[in-house]
């Protein structure tokens, strides 16, 4: 995420300008401003600059305002806040006017003023920057642009290179994005924040991709916590467990507070500090014992527990994090091949209730697809590898046979739906059952639950046999699938730019199911055979037939392959 450039600017000009005062005119040889700051009250209007030059003048274009279809920055003269009169002048004296609309808060924007080889500099700022006091509630519900004093517990740090970490109060939590020393320098060492301790910051508010955040802050004060721990998350199976949390603490005794009732406390023993030359005040230590109850539901769950300890002037605390998976087997969590092996070679009988198994489809066997009698018998594992000698003989420690399975919703498949393939990833619903030392599913009381991420094959399954057309890739991407597909449609539309060159060796197009739409795009995709487009090679056109494999991803609101991590498997049915 690192560097959203307009608001480190924003912050930085911010603590520069702070330190600073306000400068007066200055000229440069062929060029000089009448004054080098502007301001525009909050509630909107205009502020005027007169430039007095020599020569032709303009402003930089170099104030970034977005991106483009191809991820490149949209550079500009003005930021989208800004209106001007002029961009440009030429010798003489030209009043150059900014107008602004309201805002609650405060911006600012530096502007590079070109004059032959000199460079004139401009501030321009609107409303107040001062820091306004909130909580994190009222930063949540704040505008965008405007400074915030913020008091808080860290909770958890995300990055020390940046000084990223999260701050909380009683009201909610913000992310702080960014944690400047008074030089502006990321200098995470020199704040001593540790996870507990109560901090004082202020910086201003963005929002970014839903996350609220304020962005390099400076850092007012820190007060050290009472209480230190030496973990501050757990994790459980379904099953439960135990675990133990060391707090070590300067106040009176630790107190202790479970949020949910599947999260006991079992124990607690102390340990006196024990206090020397060097530590007059050492911290005790309490040594305090939990178990985790057995999960009976398909979902995961979370808790969290919190201690505290306090003295005569504060109070500090540290909440820890127990996470819990469902039950193995489920929707939500299915088996792994491994597991359901594991499972299957306890059973006697096939299970009363159904189950759900995830793997990669390693060999389908003779005649095994979907055909004429709606179901199809093949074999998964968790690498994709099929260790067996033949279709009967498989091992019976890696491979598990999905026998005689129906398709998606648990009916029979008809002639024209969408085939599998070796490769696919899937996920089986059904009864298991143990064969004659194989794990499987019972006959034809399984089915396909999910393939390459989708629920259905009305769009294709993403595999060379039926590939995804547009609609079923972005359902593919919407489902977090990570795997390398294959998409198919006709090119409606080459992005500016993007037919295949020898500079990069890479293209970039739309395509959809009729050539007309902008359903998809091919971003950045290689050439046939997995390789750079060379001077010589097929060019791409408007209504050329391809089939995409690779990675694909969603940037914003495109769905799209992959930058660099897909290619044109087929063009117009010509393949390497």
Not at 96 to 108: H, K, M, P, Q, V
Not at 336 to 342: C, K, L, Y
Not at 423 to 428: L, N, R
């Amino acid at each position: 995420m690192k560097l959203k450039t307009i608001f480190a600017a924003i912050a930085a000009s911010l603590f520069v300008f702070a330190a600073c005062e306000k400068e007066g005119p200055t000229s440069l040889d062929n060029i000089s401003l009448d004054k080098t700051y502007l301001s525009i009250p909050a509630a909107g209007g205009s502020a005027s600059v007169i430039i007095s030059a020599t020569d032709a003048w303009n402003l930089a274009k170099d104030i970034e305002i977005g991106k483009d279809s191809d991820k490149n920055p949209i550079l500009s003269e003005l930021p989208k806040w800004l209106t001007a009169n002029v961009i440009s002048g030429g010798e003489g004296e030209t009043t150059l006017t900014f107008t602004a609309e309201a805002i609650d808060g405060g911006r600012e924007q530096e502007f590079h003023i070109i004059c032959g080889d000199h460079t004139q500099y401009l501030l321009v700022r609107q409303g107040s920057l001062e820091a306004v006091k909130a909580s994190c509630a009222d930063v949540i519900a704040g505008a965008d642009g405007k400074t915030y004093t913020v008091t808080g517990t860290c909770t958890s740090i995300a990055n020390t290179s940046y000084g990223n970490w999260y701050l909380a109060d009683n009201s909610g939590e913000i992310y702080i994005y960014g944690t400047v020393d008074g030089t502006g320098k990321y200098n995470w060492s020199s704040f001593n924040i540790e996870v507990g301790d109560v901090v004082t910051v202020q910086g201003p508010k963005t929002t970014y991709n839903g996350t609220v955040e304020l962005v390099d802050v400076s850092v007012v004060k820190v007060v050290k916590s009472l209480i230190k721990l030496d973990n501050s998350s757990f994790g459980f199976a379904a099953d439960g467990g135990e675990f133990t949390v060391k707090a070590a603490y300067k106040g009176s005794g630790v107190f202790v507070k479970p949020s949910a009732d599947w999260v006991v406390m079992t124990g607690m023993d102390y340990v006196k500090g024990i206090a020397s030359k060097t530590e007059p005040n050492p911290a005790d230590t309490a040594l305090v014992s939990f178990k985790v109850l057995e999960s009976q539901q398909e979902e995961s769950r979370k808790a969290t527990i919190e201690f505290a300890s306090s003295s005569s002037s504060s109070t500090s605390s540290i909440v820890v994090a127990v996470s819990q998976t469902g039950l193995v087997g489920t929707a939500t969590n299915p088996f792994t091949v491994a597991q359901a092996i594991e499972f299957c070679q306890t059973l006697t009988a096939a299970t009363p209730n159904d189950l759900y198994v995830k793997g990669k489809i390693s060999r389908i066997i003779a005649n095994g697809e979907f055909g004429s009698y709606g179901n199809a018998t093949f074999y998964i594992s968790d690498d994709g590898e099929y260790k067996g000698t033949d279709d009967k003989n498989c091992d019976v420690a890696h491979d598990f046979e999905v026998y005689r399975a129906l398709y998606f919703g648990n009916q029979k498949w008809v002639a024209g739906q969408a085939q599998i393939a070796v490769g696919d990833e899937v996920v089986i619903c059904g009864q298991l059952t143990l064969y004659k030392g194989i794990s499987e599913t019972n006959q034809n009381k399984a089915w396909l639950y999910k393939v390459n991420g989708v629920s259905n094959g009305d769009n294709g399954l993403g595999n060379l046999v039926s590939p995804f057309n547009s609609a079923g890739a972005k359902a593919c991407i919407d489902a977090a699938f990570a795997g390398n597909v294959y998409v198919k449609g006709i090119i409606s539309e080459i992005i500016k730019n993007g037919a295949f060159s020898a500079q990069y060796g890479n293209a970039s197009f739309w395509i959809s199911d009729d050539g007309t739409a902008k359903e998809f795009e091919a971003y950045r995709v290689l050439y046939l055979g997995n390789r750079k487009w060379v001077e010589g090679d097929t060019q791409i056109a408007v209504g050329d037939n391809v089939i995409l494999h690779g990675a694909l991803t969603k940037y914003g609101d495109t769905y799209e392959t992959s930058g660099n991590k897909a290619y044109i498997y087929s063009l117009n049915g010509k393949t390497e």
